[in-house]
């Protein structure tokens, strides 16, 4: 089995053209209603799981797995009972 680890992760996307990296940590059952973000984000769950919602699609997410979204990608969290951990790629947009 391939195992990434953070150090990778990071060469990877600032390799990609991600200008910020980093560790994210979400509360357990946190609901966080449709909102959007002024970059795009290549993310990886390394811990927990959370379901998210994007163009009325519901995505159940959890360690192991990898998702993106696009600069002011309408979305929605909503993350299980144990919360979770995301490497977290940020991509801001130009201005």
């Known amino acids: 089995m391939n195992t990434l680890d953070f150090d ?9 053209g991600y200008d ?4 994210r940590e979400w509360a357990p059952g946190l609901v966080v209603d449709t909102h959007t973000h ?7 769950v ?4 959370v379901v998210l919602t994007c163009g009325g699609e519901q995505k159940k997410l959890t360690a192991g797995d990898s998702f993106s979204l696009t600069f002011d990608e309408p979305h929605a969290e ?4 144990e919360g979770a951990t ?3 790629a940020r991509r801001n947009a130009a201005a």
């Open 46 to 49: 390394v811990r927990g799981g």
């Open 20 to 23: 910020d990296v980093l560790v």
């Open 38 to 44: 002024p970059f795009s984000v290549n993310a990886r």
């Open 78 to 81: 909503h993350y299980g009972p």
């Open 86 to 88: 995301f490497w977290v």
């Open 8 to 16: 990778t992760f990071r060469s990877q996307a600032l390799a990609a």
